[in-house]
């Protein structure tokens, strides 16, 4: 693929394509860990956090020698998990190495969670890794995540830690996986291998999409990553993936919902009616993968997709401030963009209600923290949290 620059108006040149050298595979393995921006997450799942969790973890031993280990397992802010299969294209069968991978996703399902979180421990307290320095060098998957920053370099707050990893135990143990094969030339072989896997339409199989990764170097030294895709366009894969899952979880928690013990007929009547207002007064809707199923209605700031609230299979509202943006000040700006003036006019809007005026507080460190509130505490003003929610946010 050549590449160009433009070293003066209307003049371009071309620069050097650079080929992998430390241990070849490797070093395009460790280009994408030590910097995650690279992977193609937003164009996978929107606005959410790729984190590199684990390299070269063994899966099974196979006779006395051979070991089956994953180049790289990843996740995502929202519990998905992406097993990354690693080649250059002159060291791979492209038909084999979709099947490579699709073999070390059908080996994780059939492992136990336990399993795993001990599996991404010992590789990552290998003296190979630890002397690598990547960011889960010595770490255990909690570990990782109580010590993850966001993309502005804010540490993640315990809540969103905690969740995070109950949403990666519950992506494993359904079973669902993404699989990627990150290679210096996506072929026409591999373009029908992915092709193949992506056809079938069982919800329990997975989705495969490669990453096509390459180096090039200007006059002055300088490095340029280029990165592509196959599919081309993975919102397709997004779709697909989404409405698949939302059909699914939407019937986890109209079955948790009926089948919950602490709430009463006429509250659960109540919470259905309110799930779908909910539903109507949003842009879209989707639903948690928290053990405890929840609606999250969607609405579109600044074309970023945000929850303000949710709502749970036990009748909890959820206020999801660490969802929005924070302003540094409480107080509106007149230069406050449209993210932070949200964020301020729904505080400001909550604390109107009694109840809320209470309990909505900063932390410690300045920050708002997400706040669950009992059915029976929100149901007297479920009508202004609908009323605040069309105010503030469906207006933009």
Not at 381 to 393: A, G, P, R
Request: proline share 3%; charged share 35%.
């Amino acid at each position: 693929m050549p590449v160009f620059i433009e070293t003066e108006p209307n003049i371009v040149k071309p620069v050097k394509e650079l080929d992998y050298k430390e241990g070849r595979e490797e070093e395009l393995e460790n280009l994408v860990i030590n910097n995650p921006k690279i992977f193609p997450i937003e164009k996978i799942s929107g606005n959410v956090q790729w984190i590199p969790i684990s390299k070269q973890m063994r899966l099974l031993r196979v006779g006395n020698n051979d070991k089956v280990r994953t180049d790289t397992i990843g996740v995502d802010d929202q519990g998905a998990i992406y097993v990354i299969e690693n080649k250059l294209d002159d060291n791979s069968d492209e038909s084999r190495v979709s099947q490579q991978v699709r073999d070390y996703v059908h080996i994780l399902r059939t492992m136990k969670w336990e399993d795993f979180l001990r599996k991404i421990e010992q590789a990552n307290n290998s003296d190979s890794i630890k002397e690598k320095k990547f960011n889960f060098s010595g770490k255990s998957l909690k570990e990782i995540l109580n010590t993850t920053k966001d993309l502005n370099g804010n540490s993640w707050s315990l809540e969103k830690s905690v969740e995070c990893f109950e949403n990666i135990k519950n992506t494993f143990e359904e079973g669902k996986f993404l699989a990627i094969i990150c290679i210096n030339k996506i072929s026409k072989p591999l373009r029908i291998s992915i092709d193949g896997e992506n056809e079938i339409t069982d919800e329990n199989v997975m989705s495969m999409f490669a990453l096509e990764v390459n180096k090039f170097q200007t006059d002055k030294e300088e490095k340029i990553i280029v990165t592509n895709t196959y599919p081309y366009n993975l919102s397709e894969l997004r779709e697909r993936k989404t409405s698949r899952e939302k059909i699914r979880r939407g019937k986890k928690f109209d079955n948790q919902l009926a089948t919950t013990n602490s709430l009463s007929k006429s509250e659960k009547d109540f919470l259905k009616k309110y799930v779908q207002k909910l539903k109507n007064k949003s842009d879209d809707f989707k639903y948690g993968k928290g053990k405890t199923s929840r609606l999250l209605p969607i609405f579109l700031i600044n074309g970023n997709e945000k929850s303000p609230i949710a709502i749970d299979a036990q009748g909890f509202l959820s206020l999801q401030f660490e969802s929005l943006c924070e302003p540094e000040e409480e107080k509106i700006l007149e230069d406050m963009n449209i993210e932070e003036k949200c964020f301020s006019d729904f505080i400001r809007e909550l604390k109107q209600i009694e109840h809320l005026d209470k309990i909505i507080i900063r932390s410690p460190s300045g920050r708002f923290t997400n706040k669950n509130i009992d059915l029976k505490d929100w149901m007297s003003f479920e009508d202004k949290i609908i009323t605040i929610l069309e105010k503030v946010f469906t207006k933009n």
